[in-house]
């Protein structure tokens, strides 16, 4: 089992739906990163998340340090929001990456 | 905003050559950087711990003969990987922590290494 699930590993959607996608851990953590990486491979930091919920622009982000789980939302998606989204999880830079969601949103 | 500049962004090279990546903070000072890779459909992976005015800590499996890291200032860390094979080829990805310990990442976009 990995120590940083990411589910669906798929994902496609029309224009203006919303968007979850989830994410569970087992280790123990100071910080859970959500990053956005597009085709090419660039990657972009979205959110750090410690506790509670994070917000910015059509993005949004949770957690439950309890269940040790994460959700990532995106409301009215775009076909621009096409891209692999990870969840890392652990201390400082010391991360465990999940496996990606593939998300493919659809004009 | 904090912004961690990569560069090259992509590279090829021959079979034996060294090839040097640099991981630059624009706008802040990074005691720690740390630098992942990714090989094709695979997570990325913590490779090694790179501190500023001291050795790196490399995780388990990564060769820091092959894979030499230097943090010379407090804000440029480079990644050389030394005679380079194509099962090198991989992407390479660093992160500043903006404040020690404080879990205030910023990464680079990322260098992609073909290596023929």
């Known amino acids: 089992k990995n120590e940083v699930e990411q589910s669906p590993q798929n994902l496609t959607a029309q224009e203006g739906e919303f968007i979850t996608i989830n994410c569970s851990y087992s280790?123990?953590?100071?910080?859970l990163h959500w990053l956005q990486q597009h085709p090419g491979g660039g990657i972009v930091s979205l959110f750090m998340?410690?506790?509670g919920k994070k917000k910015h622009g059509r993005l949004i982000a949770t957690i439950n340090i309890q269940e040790k789980h994460s959700s990532l939302h995106i409301t009215a998606s775009h076909p621009r929001d096409s891209a692999v989204y990870i969840c890392?999880?652990?201390?400082?830079?010391?991360?465990?990456f999940g496996k990606g969601t593939k998300l493919s949103v659809k004009p | 905003g904090a912004v961690v500049s990569q560069h090259p962004s992509w590279v090829i090279c021959k079979s034996g050559t060294s090839v040097k990546i640099e991981c630059r903070s624009l706008?802040?000072?990074?005691?720690?950087m740390f630098w992942y890779r990714q090989f094709p459909k695979q997570s990325l992976m913590l490779m090694a711990t790179?501190?500023?005015?001291?050795?790196?800590?490399?995780e388990q499996g990564v060769e820091k003969d092959k894979f030499l890291i230097n943090h010379a200032s407090l804000t440029l860390s480079t990644l050389t990987v030394t005679s380079a094979h194509p099962e090198d080829s991989s992407f390479y990805i660093c992160?500043?922590?903006?404040?020690?310990?404080?879990?205030?990442?910023?990464f680079g976009a990322g260098s992609r290494l073909t290596v023929l």
């Open positions: 992160s500043a922590d903006r404040t020690s310990g404080a879990n205030v990442l910023t």
């Open positions: 280790v123990g953590i100071s910080a």
């Open positions: 998340l410690s506790s």
């Open positions: 890392a999880a652990g201390s400082q830079g010391n991360l465990i």
């Open positions: 706008d802040f000072q990074a005691t720690t």
């Open positions: 790179s501190n500023e005015g001291s050795k790196a800590t490399y």
